[in-house]
């Protein structure tokens, strides 16, 4: 599943596109896949919280979720 990520989308969509954006996260300090606020929380605010540039989490993120 491909999609498109901005600041405003949710971690739960990010994941379901390709469950190996959870090695990002992991690399980032982000454990989402035990944390709740991946259900409802945009990758900005995710961010913000784990102090990681959100530019570069997009970028890297969209590798995966935009790879075939």
Known sequence: MSII???NTKMSEI???NFLTLFV???Y???C?????RNNDP???C???HHVDLDVLI????KYVNSK
């Open 5 to 7: 990520i901005t600041k």
């Open 15 to 17: 994941i379901r596109a």
């Open 25 to 27: 996260l992991k690399k």
């Open 29 to 31: 300090g982000m454990m």
């Open 33 to 37: 896949a035990d944390c709740a606020a």
């Open 43 to 45: 990758i900005e605010e």
């Open 47 to 49: 961010a913000k919280t």
């Open 59 to 62: 970028t890297e993120l969209s």
